[in-house]
T-cell receptor
Framework: KAGVTQTPRYLIKTRGQQVTLSCSPI?????VSWYQQTPGQGLQFLFE???????NKGNFPGRFSGRQFSNSRSEMNVSTLELGDSALYLC????????????FGPGTRLTVT | AQSVAQPEDQVNVAEGNPLTVKCTYS??????LFWYVQYPNRGLQFLLK??????LVKGSYGFEAEFNKSQTSFHLKKPSALVSDSALYFC????????????FGAGTRLAVHP
């Protein structure tokens, strides 16, 4: 079974621009969560989508948004990029909500200059 | 508020020796606990989880973890370390207010020396 895939793997953007990251979950998985990983803040939860609806949101500004499609694929968008948005963005999928483990993709490394 | 602490930034162990990576947690209600490993330039790989039942949980690659409710700990262990186990290890707890929201510890870098 193919794992979680994320595209692109690397991205360089300029302050003020916007970016869209894509995540394809493991086949059959219905929940997709996004995390931001930085050296200073560690791993922080961004949001979770299940059945095309956002179920949870972390403490991030409204510039961070996402969506999920009917095939469970998900995208996250960051508008008006700031230098502090430079991070590894990880997508994770799980079969359902609750006690199920999440499986992570390789991440998208975003650099904002 | 829920939290996870990994008190050691780095753990050094010789190949063939047992290893322990420590984790303590603070949650309201019953904890759902997880261990993940991250290799350079890779995402996180699931190792094991504790939901309920036996306090000793066995996971992937020979790792196991011991849940201790009285000490609110969930330490990761392996009887015999391999050089290839060298990586960054994260303990996580499911947020009681969000089914798939994980709260991670800061991570512990494990270095296994030949």
């Amino acid at each position: 079974k193919a794992g979680v895939t994320q595209t692109p793997r690397y991205l360089i953007k300029t302050r003020g621009q916007q970016v869209t990251l894509s995540c394809s979950p493991i086949s059959g998985h219905r929940s997709v969560s996004w995390y931001q990983q930085t050296p200073g803040q560690g791993l922080q939860f961004l949001f979770e989508y299940f059945s095309e609806t956002q179920r949870n949101k972390g403490n991030f500004p409204g510039r961070f948004s996402g969506r999920q499609f009917s095939n469970s694929r998900s995208e996250m968008n960051v508008s008006t990029l700031e230098l502090g948005d430079s991070a590894l963005y990880l997508c994770a999928s799980s079969w359902d909500r609750g006690s199920y483990e999440q499986y992570f993709g390789p991440g998208t490394r975003l650099t904002v200059t | 508020a829920q939290s996870v602490a990994q008190p050691e930034d780095q753990v050094n162990v010789a190949e063939g020796n047992p290893l322990t990576v420590k984790c303590t947690y603070s949650v309201s209600g019953n904890p759902y606990l997880f261990w993940y490993v991250q290799y350079p330039n890779r995402g996180l790989q699931f190792l094991l989880k504790y939901i309920t039942g036996d306090n000793l949980v066995k996971g992937s690659y020979g790792f196991e973890a011991e849940f201790n409710k009285s000490q609110t700990s969930f330490h990761l262990k392996k009887p015999s370390a391999l050089v290839s186990d060298s990586a960054l290890y994260f303990c996580a707890v499911r947020d009681s207010g969000g089914y798939n929201k994980l709260i991670f510890g800061a991570g512990t870098r494990l270095a296994v020396h030949p």
